[in-house]
C-alpha cells in the first residue's frame, strides 16, 4: 500500500470508527469511504497495468483491493440502505486474507506491517462479528478499535513514511503488538460487551 493511500486509510478507519461509536450516521460517513475506495481500486489496477508480470507487484496490489471494495461497499450501503450482511460475510474473507498477507510480510523481511496485517484481520473480524452475525453488543467496541487502529495502523506509519522516519524493526514490531494487546483489552473491558445497540446504518463499518 502506498503512503498515501494509507494515509487516508487512517483517515477513513477513523472516521468509520467516530460513526460506529455513534457521533455521526453512515451517510455523513458515505463520502470518505466512497473516496478512499475509489482511490483503493484505481491505485492497484494501475500497478497491475504496469507490473509486467511481476509476481511481488501483483500480490501487493491484491492486498489493496480488499480494502477498496470494502470502502466502496461500506459508501453504496450508507446511501442506498442496503442490508449490511454481505458486507460482513465479505469481511471474513478480507479477515483470512490478511492473514496470509501477514505471513508473506513477515516471510519477506517486514515486521512492523506483518503485525499491522494481524490487527488488519482482527478488525475485520469483528466487522464480521458485527455486520454479518448481528453482534450488536460489540458496535461500540468494534468502533474504538477502528479508530484507534486508524491511527496505530495507518496515519502513524504512512506519516513516518512520508516523512522518512519509519523504522521496521524486530522492537518497532515487538512494541506494537504489546501496546495493541494492552489496548484491545482495556477497550473490550469497557466496551466489550456494551449493551447500547449499533448505530442507525452501521453497514458503514469500514
Do not use: C, K
Amino acid at each position: 500500500m502506498s503512503d498515501i493511500g494509507l494515509f487516508y486509510v487512517g483517515a477513513v478507519l477513523i472516521i468509520n470508527g467516530i460513526m460506529l461509536l455513534g457521533g455521526m450516521t453512515a451517510r455523513a460517513a458515505a463520502p470518505l469511504n466512497l473516496f478512499v475506495g475509489a482511490m483503493q481500486v484505481f491505485t492497484p489496477t494501475f500497478m497491475v497495468m504496469n507490473a509486467a508480470g511481476d509476481p511481488g507487484t501483483v500480490l501487493a496490489a491484491s492486498g489493496l483491493y480488499l480494502f477498496g471494495f470494502t470502502y466502496l461497499w461500506v459508501g453504496i450501503n450508507a446511501l442506498a440502505d442496503l442490508p449490511a450482511t454481505g458486507l460482513g460475510w465479505f469481511s471474513l474473507f478480507v479477515a483470512v486474507a490478511a492473514v496470509g498477507f501477514a505471513e508473506r510480510t513477515w516471510a519477506a523481511g517486514g515486521r512492523v506491517f506483518a503485525v499491522i496485517w494481524v490487527l488488519w484481520a482482527l478488525l475485520w473480524a469483528l466487522f464480521f462479528l458485527l455486520l454479518a452475525l448481528g453482534r450488536d453488543d460489540l458496535a461500540r467496541f468494534t468502533g474504538a478499535v477502528a479508530l484507534g487502529e486508524g491511527i496505530a495502523t495507518a496515519a502513524v506509519p504512512a506519516w513516518l513514511s512520508l516523512t522518512g522516519t519509519f523504522v521496521d524493526s524486530g522492537i518497532s514490531a515487538l512494541v506494537l503488538a504489546v501496546a495493541a494487546a494492552l489496548v484491545l483489552i482495556a477497550l473490550y473491558l469497557r466496551l466489550g460487551r456494551s449493551p447500547r445497540s449499533a448505530p442507525a446504518h452501521v453497514s458503514a463499518t469500514s
